[in-house]
Structure formats: C-alpha cells, structure tokens
C-alpha cells in the first residue's frame, strides 16, 4: 500500500466530516495535499504517541485481567465464582515464552529468506505515483470496500454539505465501533440478565448472538473482498461496473443468508443437546442413579425468544428492500436522461 495512496484516501473522509472536517484535515495534513507537514507529524504519531496508547491500554487491560480474572469455558468444578486454570508460573510463562520464541523465529526466516518489496526495482520515492495493483492494508479493506460501493448520495443540511464520502466513511465506522462498545448493555438491555458472569457460552445456546456475528463478519468480508473490485474486475475479464453491481447484491444478501442459516443451525444442535440431556436424565432416573444436574455445573442459558430477532430481520430485510429500490429508480433516471 502506497504511503501517498493511504493519505490521499483518508483526506477525503476528515473533509467529509461536518462542522469540524476542513480543520481537521488542515489540522492533520498542514494543508493541501502532499504537504511537507505531513512527514513529520506521521513520524511522531508512529514513533510516540502510537507506542504510549498501545503501552497504556495494554497496561489497563492487565490491571483490569488482575482484578477481574479470567472467563472460562463451562466444565466440571467451574462455576461463576471460581477459576479453574493453570498457575501464571511456570505454566502459563512458559507457553508465552514458547509462543514468542515461534513467532521470533517466523520473523526471522521471513527477514532471511523472503523478498517481500524490491525496493531497487522501483526507483527513487515520488509521492504522485502509486503502483499497479495498489490494495489497502488488510484492516482498511473493508472501508475502502465501502467507499467504492455507497451511492452517491450528497445532502444540504443547515448549510453544510454531507458528502458521498460521509456516509461509508464516517458514518459506517461510527456505526461500527459504537456497536462493538455498547454491545454488553444492548444486551444486557434486550435480555434482562443483569449478573455478572464468569463462564463462557456456547454459541449454540445463543442462536441470536451467533446469528448477528456471523452475519456481521460475513458483511464485513464482503466489504474487504468489495476493496479490489478492480482486481477482481481484471482477474475474470470482465468491466468494473459489472462486478459492483454484483458486489451491490452480495453485501445484502450474503449477510442476511449466514444470518439465516447460523441461527438455524445454532437451534439445531441446542435441540440436539437437549435431547441427549434428556435421554441421559431418563436412563439415569431407570438406573435409580440421582440427577446430575445440581452437580454439573452451570446450567444453560434460558433461550431467548424470536420475537425481537424477527423484527430486526424484518426491519433489515424492508430497509434493504428500501435502499436497493432507490437504486434502481436512480439508474432508471439517468439512463433515460442519457
């Protein structure tokens, strides 16, 4: 991925932000891009500030491990007021000496014996030119997808302009790491369950958490596959719009599909469970062997009921239904305007 590329990119997006984005993106670049400020500030955020935020939550994520201990999987002697794991030493030392001694000697063959960038084959640095084939970095796929797939749709509001850029790339990444922090109390909110725990579940007792992960995954890779459209445009010999219009049906359906078959996959094999549980319970009670239920453990999750995921399916699949419409009358428009 190109320096310049990478910074030409993400300008857009500060611009797009409204109130505050013009200053931002002066604030950040020194102005127009390429500005000589840039270099410097970048190599401050890389060498200091970076380092200081990774040294800091990494700090506050041990504390708050200390003090609030491990999660755990469900198992015999395992409560939600215990811990049943190995001792921090030797154990657990060793396996992250073991751990750091296989990734040190996976990095030093790749320094040995791998060419990853041929520098001298490529000539001095001019920050104008980007290379054939130039992709975005693993974790910036998915909002480079996002940007080459939104329509263009630009409001005036109040006086401000929300351009087509606001909308996968600010709006989208808000969306997505709002989610990610206030997942526990949606949660927590929707189900009722207010107690602290301890011990993991099984993804097959939660069909609707399930469901939502895998769909959300399953949009996400899309998004990142969406990223090299013009690669994969070229690969099969085909044009480029072609292969967005095809990438436009599949970050809806390919979601709302995984979302389908997980959770019903997920109430398969918890049905399954309690029948076992259930023919195990019978065979106990002939054998006049006592219950092992009190004894083993914790018991499973209530299921939650389908109501509320119906709904947000519903919703998901009319608001789909809504945006693809639009779509096609806006297309419909400008050909016959053509």
Same mark, same amino acid.
């Given at each position: ?91 657990? /030392? $060793?396996? =992250?000496?073991?751990?750091? !001694?296989?990734? &040190? %000697? ?118 990142? /596959? $969406?990223? =090299?459209?013009?690669?994969? !445009?070229?690969? &099969? %010999? ?101």
């Amino acid at each position: 991925m190109c320096p310049s590329r990478a910074c030409t990119c993400r300008r857009p997006i500060a611009l797009a932000v409204p109130v505050v984005g013009t200053w931002a993106a002066f604030l950040v670049f020194g102005g127009e891009f390429p500005s000589p400020d840039i270099t410097s500030r970048l190599f401050v955020l890389h060498i200091l500030i970076v380092p200081a935020l990774i040294a800091g939550l990494l700090g506050a994520h041990l504390a708050i491990l200390w003090r609030q201990k491990h999660t755990q999987f469900p198992g015999p002697g395992r409560t939600e007021d215990n811990i049943v794991g190995s001792h921090l030493w030797p154990t657990y /030392a $060793a396996r =992250s000496i073991g751990l750091f !001694a296989g990734v &040190f %000697a996976v990095i030093a063959l790749l320094g040995g014996l791998a060419q990853v960038n041929p520098i001298w084959l490529y000539g001095p640095f001019n920050p104008a030119a980007v290379s054939t084939a130039s992709q975005p970095d693993w974790y910036m796929g998915w909002l480079e997808g996002a940007l080459r797939l939104s329509p263009a749709v630009r409001l005036h509001l109040f006086g401000y302009t929300l351009s087509e850029v606001f909308w996968p790339g600010v709006v989208l990444p808000g969306i997505t790491f709002g989610l990610l922090y206030l997942w526990p109390f949606l949660e927590r909110r929707v189900t009722g369950d207010r107690g602290v725990h301890h011990l993991l579940d099984r993804p097959r007792h939660r069909p609707a958490r399930t469901a939502i992960g895998v769909g959300t995954l399953v949009l996400y890779f899309v998004l990142f /596959a $969406a990223g =090299s459209q013009d690669i994969a !445009a070229q690969k &099969f %010999a085909t044009d480029i719009p072609t292969v967005t219009r095809v990438f436009d049906v599949l970050v809806f359906a390919l979601p709302l599909a995984a979302m389908a078959r997980t959770w019903r996959l997920c109430r398969d094999l918890s049905e399954a469970d309690d029948l076992e549980e259930e023919k195990d319970r019978i065979r106990r009670r002939l054998q006049g062997q006592p219950d092992p239920a009190s004894s083993a453990g914790p018991q499973r999750p209530p299921r939650p009921g389908r109501s509320w995921l119906r709904s947000t399916l519903g919703f998901v699949i009319a608001l789909t239904a809504a945006v693809l419409g639009r779509r096609r009358r806006a297309r419909s428009g400008a050909s016959g305007r053509r």
